[in-house]
């Protein structure tokens, strides 16, 4: 062997067990999976997370079915929502995540190009009310949204062709009843 005479990180003569980008020998590089989705050597060396930041995390053991919305828009007054960081969660009535989704790009269909958000959704039961929230990253937001969903054991909710649309709750219907001669 040519390198005999250099050691190598593990002490080896000759051998060929170099360090890695954290400065581990033999290591596999960076594998600590920040909140932003950056991969880092650590957690001391991720961004810190905005304020409002959710940190919703699904738990496909801890729920027995699933039901699928393979395809939703969410939008705000019409616009659609998607972008760096954001993310759309599914919630039970007691507040508990239910699923977190993937934003996808699709490459085909009136919707090329834009977000489309796919969720698993799950319950150990039928007719659990399912409802939505969603962080806006570029705002440090967190959303209301205002269609539920009553789970049904392995239901598929629209596509990227024809996507489920989910709208923020951006206004409140308020009504006064008036005593006769106001």
Known sequence: NSNDCVQDCDGIWGGETEEDDCGECGGDGPSFVCWDGYVECDESSCSDAPENYPYWEDNPGGYANT??????????????????????????????????????????????????????????????????????ASEDEILDISETIAFEINAVYGDVIAPYALNITTTIDFSVDLIAGY
Request: glycine fraction near 16%.
């Open 67 to 136: 039901a699928t919305i393979a395809g939703a828009l969410v939008l705000y007054d019409g616009m659609q929502m998607g972008g760096t960081g954001d993310i759309l969660a599914a919630f039970d009535i007691n507040g508990n995540v239910r699923g977190v989704g993937i934003e996808l790009s699709p490459p085909f269909g009136p919707y090329v190009g834009t977000p489309v958000w796919e969720i698993t959704m799950r319950s150990n039961e039928d007719g659990d009310i399912i409802s939505f929230q969603y962080y806006d």
